[in-house]
């Protein structure tokens, strides 16, 4: 086994990233369009898979992306993200958003969306590659460890079911 292929703490590869929004990221309502909270979701689930997995990984799949509350011009977005669950070569990372007015630091950041995507790391042909084992640290961590499973059971369900609706709809 290489030093790539060794297990990695949840903390290993956690990253946050930030942005403050502007008026060309609005939608027709005049709050941050739902697209740029996704872009930077991605961009900071991509850098987590990348760091993970120690080298190119790629989106293979938005799992769920919940919005809760608006995005609004001149708020500080910032996402935090860390890989819940691996498999051979894919994983899934969480992505929490949160928002603060850029000029009031007084003002506690709000939740505003949650993000599940899933990665997979490539290698320079664009295979499939392995990745490492999660070592699983705190309470939390085995909490979004067990989530992630019930939406890989998810997934993989519906895959089926909608493979064999087509095989039987044929």
Request: no cysteine; charged share 30%.
């Given at each position: 086994m290489t030093d790539l292929l060794l297990p990695r703490p949840t903390s290993y590869a956690r990253v946050s990233l930030a942005m403050l929004t502007a008026r060309s990221q609005t939608n027709l309502l005049g709050n941050v369009h739902g697209g740029e909270i996704v872009k930077l979701a991605?961009?900071?689930?991509?850098?987590?898979?990348?760091?993970?997995?120690?080298?190119?990984?790629?989106?293979?799949?938005?799992?769920?992306?919940?919005?809760l509350r608006p995005v609004h011009v001149g708020d500080i977005v910032r996402t935090d993200a860390q890989v819940n669950w691996v498999g051979?070569?894919?994983?899934?990372?969480?992505?929490?958003?949160?928002?603060?007015?850029?000029?009031?630091?007084?003002?506690?950041?709000?939740?505003?969306?949650?993000?599940?995507?899933?990665?997979?790391?490539?290698?320079?042909?664009?295979?499939?590659?392995?990745?490492?084992?999660?070592?699983?640290?705190?309470?939390?961590?085995?909490?979004?460890?067990?989530?992630?499973?019930?939406?890989?059971?998810?997934?993989?369900?519906?895959?089926?079911a909608i493979e064999a609706e087509r095989q039987d709809g044929s």
């Open positions: 991605d961009s900071t689930a991509g850098a987590v898979a990348q760091r993970h997995s120690g080298g190119p990984a790629v989106t293979a799949a938005l799992d769920e992306m919940l919005f051979r070569s894919s994983m899934e990372v969480g992505v929490r958003v949160e928002t603060q007015p850029w000029n009031d630091p007084s003002q506690g950041t709000l939740h505003v969306a949650t993000a599940y995507f899933v990665f997979v790391a490539i290698d320079s042909d664009g295979l499939a590659r392995p990745v490492p084992d999660l070592i699983l640290e705190t309470d939390e961590d085995r909490r979004r460890h067990r989530e992630a499973e019930i939406r890989r059971a998810h997934r993989l369900a519906r895959k089926a």
